[in-house]
């Protein structure tokens, strides 16, 4: 066993006893919870009743987060304390109205888990215990938002990122669903400058989204106050992306919570998407004088502003902006500080990375704002007592299970190119694509970014409903979350599929793949959202286009996410490109698919008696090409240069030096495949591939890299065709840019024949 393997092996009986010991993690997790559940499209007001209950949860939630931080305190750890009480509120209201199939939620300031943690073991999906011993410190209560029982299917990611996601779950479930669609997304007041985040505001009044954005605009960020930060009003830049603004004073009221929230949720059924944005307390004719005392009394802490005011020399009748979510809500100290802070007062301070070092867990707890009233304790007693709601929480289907399959009929119903025609493989992709919109119209969604045309997916795309395809422009980044998104808004067989070009899948289009690394599903295995990237014009297969369109990272980025995906194609020609896709939609799973650009021709069997493949062939993570009596060398050709192999092996076996050509079709191959191919070759085996191999400083990357770390464990011969300089190139067609870069068949022949 090679030192890879034996890390591998290692690996995997680590992660094993992790899952073994979890609580939360499984395939199907019943939760009894709290009856306490409001039907949003119909309930048009809160009772009492219900607003106690609801503040009743909010305050145990709040206990429970002071009691977590206190006890990650005593192993020298914090967690961002401000952020995650701030959200419970809100999030207490938004779990009443989830339903978990026609209405969702997701959160965007994953750093706020904390507070969402806490608000699922109040309601009673997870044990309170467990999160005050086990936050931060194990698998069920991780650090971040995370999937568990009753939560959100995706964390946080980056900030911004779960704006476009958040769109691309609603339109999902609108398109599935007759009427009720509506995603609820709690957004801090810092990610929505992001790219992604902008671009998926304007992906939710593209798309007509169901979608309410609730803004956290506690007005204090990583750095400080977040007028110091990014002083800009968020409100009316993503009202010009088409976002109607619902103005309250506070999320903190619960009854007004529930009117926006009604409100945005009439505005999501009519096709627009909302925002309800916290203004705050100011000075104003109508509300009179906002100052400190004001402030004190409204939340019953005057001691404790005072004493802060006074010891910082400040008039309690100084005027101030009181936020509409305050950070730190309920923990009187620190939320004080920050109204201090976002008015640029002497002793302000941020709580971003609230915590309890060095603080006294017992006196926050007898804090006025950390009880419970008795009408509020009366109705928590209530709920506890009636019989409990029943939520199951199911996992996605494992990778590879069955998705959307192609009858054989269906199959022999496409017309593909003949052997040896000069084609793009993208004409291969296109017909796949189109054959499986035809036979699972309802089941299939696509988001374009301004590429149909060389992309060639239009065919698919007319043959599917206007609210399964959605245009993005040029706004890559948010389509493939967007593309997360549709993925996660349901459970059922379906083809999500997202197409741009390598040269932007190298780039910021890789969010959506990073996505995957945050993901986790029940069983603590990520295995990938059911997307397909369908990253054309991969490689320099694309000449003429120059470096701005050139992909040569490629094969490097999807080796990296291969652990997160079902498989990753590289097609060697049109009929490959047609198997991939189909074998992609086949699969539940996360899947990369290269397609090359330039025309290619279409493989034949070695006796001449056809194509290589046929419609109706399953797909094969390797193909034999060509074989030679008592051939004791190989080449392995990965994508587009396939026929230079062809070529090389028959000027090789001219020369006396029988060398056989394998395909590979994609990654992974399965568990010693590889180790299988190389051992009748002891002679050794050549690499090819349009993709960068690396450098000296480096090391051998890409496919390249993986059959090197395999011949050296059986210490076989190799040597790789690739490229290995990509700083100074022809802008000539994809033949004469291969010729710069070294990938010809005559150097194929000289690597064989050098082994």
Excluded at 156 to 182: C, N
Excluded at 391 to 413: C, E, F, H, I, W
Excluded at 452 to 471: Q, V
């Amino acid at each position: 066993m090679n030192s890879i393997q034996a890390a591998v092996s290692g690996q995997a009986r680590r992660n094993k006893k992790l899952l073994a010991d979890a609580k939360y993690l499984g395939t199907r997790i019943t939760s009894k919870v709290l009856p306490l559940q409001i039907d949003v499209a119909h309930a048009t007001s809160l009772s009492q009743d219900q607003i106690d209950g609801l503040e009743a949860l909010q305050t145990e939630a709040a206990r429970t987060s002071i009691k977590s931080l206190a006890s990650l305190a005593k192993i020298g750890e914090l967690d961002h304390l401000g952020g995650g009480l701030e959200l419970i509120p809100a999030l207490t209201l938004t779990l009443a109205v989830t339903d978990y199939e026609r209405v969702d939620f997701t959160i965007e300031h994953a750093h706020t888990s904390i507070g969402y943690f806490s608000t699922l073991a109040a309601y009673g999906f997870v044990d309170a215990t467990d999160v005050i011993d086990g936050f931060r410190r194990g698998i069920d209560v991780p650090g971040h938002v995370s999937w568990l029982p009753g939560g959100t299917q995706l964390n946080g990611g980056r900030l911004g990122v779960m704006v476009p996601v958040s769109v691309g779950q609603a339109l999902g479930k609108r398109a599935r669903r007759d009427d009720g669609a509506w995603v609820i997304t709690h957004c801090g007041d810092a990610g929505w400058i992001s790219g992604q985040a902008l671009n998926g505001f304007n992906g939710a009044d593209v798309g007509r989204a169901p979608v309410t954005f609730i803004m956290h605009r506690n007005g204090i960020q990583l750095s400080g106050a977040t007028h110091a930060v990014m002083d800009k009003d968020p409100r009316p830049i993503i009202e010009s992306l088409g976002i109607r603004i619902l103005e309250i004073p506070t999320l903190h009221d619960t009854a007004a919570l529930y009117a926006a929230y009604r409100e945005g949720w009439r505005l999501a059924q009519e096709g627009t998407p909302n925002l309800i944005y916290p203004t705050g307390y100011r000075s104003s004719q109508q509300q009179g004088v906002i100052d400190l005392s004001w402030f004190a009394d409204k939340y019953g802490i005057r001691p404790r502003v005072e004493a802060l005011a006074a010891s910082n020399g400040v008039s309690m009748d100084r005027p101030v902006w009181v936020p509409g979510s305050l950070m730190s809500y309920g923990d009187e100290g620190p939320m004080t500080e920050c109204v201090f802070l976002v008015n640029a007062l002497p002793g302000g301070a941020g709580h971003h990375d609230g915590h309890m070092k060095d603080r006294d867990e017992a006196a926050v707890l007898a804090e006025p704002m950390m009880q419970l009233s008795a009408a509020q304790r009366a109705v928590l007693d209530g709920l506890r007592k009636a019989s409990p709601r029943t939520v199951v929480t199911r996992a996605r289907p494992a990778t590879g299970s069955d998705n959307l399959k192609l009858t054989s009929a269906q199959l022999q119903a496409v017309k593909l190119p003949d052997a040896g025609d000069s084609t793009s493989a993208r004409g291969g992709s296109e017909a796949a694509y189109a054959a499986v919109a035809g036979a699972h119209a309802d089941a299939v969604f696509i988001v374009s970014c301004d590429l149909d045309a060389s992309t060639k997916l239009g065919k698919a795309r007319a043959l599917i409903a206007a609210d399964h395809a959605l245009e993005m422009s040029i706004e890559e980044q948010a389509a493939a979350l967007i593309a997360d998104g549709l993925a996660m808004s349901s459970r059922q067989p379906s083809l999500n599929v997202v197409s741009t070009f390598a040269a932007f899948f190298e780039g910021i289009a890789r969010e959506g793949y990073d996505l995957w690394r945050y993901q986790r599903n029940l069983t603590g295995v990520n295995e990938g959202l059911n997307v397909t990237f369908h990253v054309s014009h991969v490689g320099a297969c694309t000449g003429r286009d120059h470096f701005s369109g050139w992909g040569l990272d490629w094969i490097n980025i999807g080796l990296t996410y291969l652990p997160y995906l079902h498989r990753f194609y590289a097609p060697a020609d049109a009929r490959a490109a047609f198997l991939a896709v189909v074998d992609g939609a086949a699969h539940y799973g996360g899947h990369i698919i290269g397609i090359p650009r330039d025309n290619l021709p279409v493989l034949a069997k070695q006796d001449g008696s056809g194509a290589l493949w046929e419609a109706t062939d399953g797909w094969e993570s390797v193909t034999t090409f060509r074989t030679y009596a008592g051939a004791e060398r190989a080449i392995l050709a990965f994508g587009a240069p396939v026929f230079l192999a062809e070529d090389a092996a028959a000027k090789l076996a001219k020369k006396g030096v029988p060398t056989d050509v394998h395909i590979i079709n994609g990654l992974p191959l399965e568990p010693k495949q590889l180790e299988k191919l190389l051992a009748p070759y002891p002679a050794g085996v050549v690499t090819i591939e349009d993709g960068f191999i690396g450098t000296e400083y480096t090391g051998v990357r890409g496919f390249a890299g993986l059959v090197a770390s395999k011949a050296a464990d059986a210490c076989l011969p190799v040597a790789h065709v690739g490229i290995t300089d990509p700083t100074t190139a022809p802008a000539d067609g994809h033949m004469e840019t291969w010729n710069h870069f070294g990938i010809t068949s005559a150097a194929l022949v000289k690597a064989v024949q050098n082994l």
